[in-house]
């Protein structure tokens, strides 16, 4: 099965860290993980995506365990503007995205 | 700035009519996604395309056809809608095995 395991919804307080996790313990050796974000009445935006080492960019850090089974999405400043349904998701295939229903994340004021 | 534009944001239709939807992009994709997704159960793949003419089908593609005649051009037909809980279509395009970029959406009710 290529779904990943998220949590339904998690919180989190402004100006705070979140930390987002996603179990992926069928991944094979040359599955990208990817994570997406999508905001309320809009389509899915691209976050980050890995496939062995850590990665940072602007918007997000992504954590990837050492034997790529789970990874972890990393928002180091949750703002009211972040929150999103997140979805994790590993490359199935050359192309072709699987998604599963996602992390809800609630951010409070 | 890459774009993909789906035909509408909102459409209302009624029980059996024919639904079309149509999604341009204007980023020289090769490949090219529908995907429905309904209340609880996120967004689930109906057909792709990897390049002109050609479709594969799939997880939910019964009752849906889909055209690509041009690259930057992907419709997707609903032969007969039916009476279920408003879902959102979404188109998106991909350069091979890089990211997606997707559209913002085509909110469909049938009444």
């Known amino acids: 099965d290529a779904k990943t395991t998220q949590p339904n919804s998690m919180e989190s307080n402004e100006e705070e860290p979140v930390h987002l996790p996603c179990n992926h313990s069928?991944?094979?050796?040359?599955?990208?993980i990817h994570w997406y974000r999508q905001l309320p009445s809009q389509g899915p935006e691209y976050v980050i995506h890995?496939?062995?080492s850590n990665v940072n960019n602007r918007m997000a850090s992504l954590a990837i365990a050492e034997d790529r089974k789970s990874s972890t999405l990393i928002l180091h400043r949750a703002t009211l503007r972040d929150a999103a349904v997140y979805y994790c998701?590993?490359?199935?295939?050359?192309?072709?995205?699987?998604f599963g229903t996602g992390t809800r994340l609630k951010v409070l004021a | 700035d890459v774009k993909v534009t789906q035909s509408s944001r909102y459409l209302v239709k009624r029980t059996g009519e024919k639904v079309f939807l149509e999604c341009v992009q204007d980023?020289?994709?090769?490949?090219m996604f529908w995907y429905r997704q309904d209340p609880g159960l996120g967004l689930r793949l109906i057909y792709f395309?990897?390049?002109?003419?050609?479709?594969e089908k799939g997880d939910i593609p019964e009752g849906y056809s889909v055209s690509r005649e041009k690259k930057e051009r992907f419709s997707l037909i609903l032969e007969s809608a039916s009476t279920n809980p408003t879902s959102m279509y979404l188109c998106?395009?991909?350069?091979?095995?890089?990211?997606?970029?997707f559209g913002s959406g085509t909110r469909l009710t049938v009444v």
């Open positions: 998106a395009s991909s350069l091979v095995s890089l990211g997606y970029t």
């Open positions: 069928t991944i094979s050796g040359t599955d990208y």
């Open positions: 890995g496939l062995t």
């Open positions: 998701i590993r490359g199935a295939g050359t192309y072709k995205y699987i």
């Open positions: 980023m020289d994709h090769e490949n």
């Open positions: 395309s990897y390049d002109v003419k050609m479709k």
